[in-house]
Nanobody, 120 residues
Framework: QVQLVESGGGLVQPGGSLRLSCAAS??????NVWGWHRQAPGKERDLV?????????NYAASVKGRFTISRDNTKNTVYLQMNSLEPEDTAVYYC??????????????WGQGTQVTVSS
């Protein structure tokens, strides 16, 4: 069974940067989409960014131009580089991987989350 482990969260001042990592253990050949989501206190979990096996990337409007998703296939790791952080970016960030085939989604796998706090 594949496990996803996030790291890199922490406390940062507004305008600062963080890089989150999501390392996968086990066979990941079934996944063709990797993503980052976040959940702020009292709010729903929202999509932040996704990257497909083919390299297609999608960002939420609120992070476009500030965040960058990437992956290192040799390390089975996906990254989220976050720049120009704002207090509104404070949330628990979750890594997610799944297989998307048309309208069907399966093998949905989540990490345990990493806390990002943006505050002065």
């Amino acid at each position: 069974q594949v496990q996803l482990v996030e790291s890199g969260g922490g406390l940062v001042q507004p305008g600062g940067s963080l890089r989150l990592s999501c390392a996968a253990s086990g066979s990941i050949s079934s996944f063709n989409v990797w993503g980052w989501h976040r959940q702020a206190p009292g709010k729903e979990r929202d999509l932040v960014a996704t990257i497909t096996r083919a390299g297609s990337i999608n960002y939420a409007a609120s992070v476009k131009g500030r965040f960058t998703i990437s992956r290192d296939n040799t390390k089975n790791t996906v990254y989220l580089q976050m720049n120009s952080l704002e207090p509104e970016d404070t949330a628990v960030y979750y890594c997610n991987a799944y297989q998307q085939n048309g309208v069907f989604r399966r093998y949905d796998t989540w990490g345990q989350g990493t806390q990002v706090t943006v505050s002065s």
